[in-house]
Nanobody, 127 residues
Framework: QVQLVESGGGLVQAGGSLRLSCAAS????????MGWFRQAPGKEREFVAA????????SYADSVKGRFTISRDNGKNTVYLQMNSLKPEDTAVYYC????????????????????WGQGTQVTVSS
């Protein structure tokens, strides 16, 4: 089992940047592909980015491609989401999630694949 705690959210002006962090407890962080999802008020939770267990493969939603970068440090049990060129439509609660899987190099874009979730961190982008 793994516990996930997000941090780094806040209020930023459009065009600005934020870096979200997600710290995982336990010794098996490298057994999990990791993902970031977000949910805006009145909307469904949506996929943002994912990274494989070994960090060699990544995937992004079209809406964030070229602006956001997911990375991980297995030595620090942490996954990051660097968000640049933020837009008001990026405003949401951002969640990190862990997907226990055997494959080192694959990951899922589907929320149902993820076993563990953090509590979320609010990101607000003002225009």
């Amino acid at each position: 089992q793994v516990q996930l705690v997000e941090s780094g959210g806040g209020l930023v002006q459009a065009g600005g940047s934020l870096r979200l962090s997600c710290a995982a407890s336990g010794r098996t962080f490298s057994s999990y592909a990791m993902g970031w999802f977000r949910q805006a008020p009145g909307k469904e939770r949506e996929f943002v980015a994912a990274i494989s267990r070994n960090g060699g493969s990544t995937s992004y939603a079209d809406s964030v491609k070229g602006r956001f970068t997911i990375s991980r440090d297995n030595g620090k049990n942490t996954v990051y989401l660097q968000m640049n060129s933020l837009k008001p439509e990026d405003t949401a609660v951002y969640y990190c999630a862990g997907d226990l899987r055997l494959s080192l190099a694959t990951m899922s874009n589907t929320a149902a694949s993820y076993d563990y979730w953090g509590q979320g961190t609010q990101v607000t982008v003002s225009s």
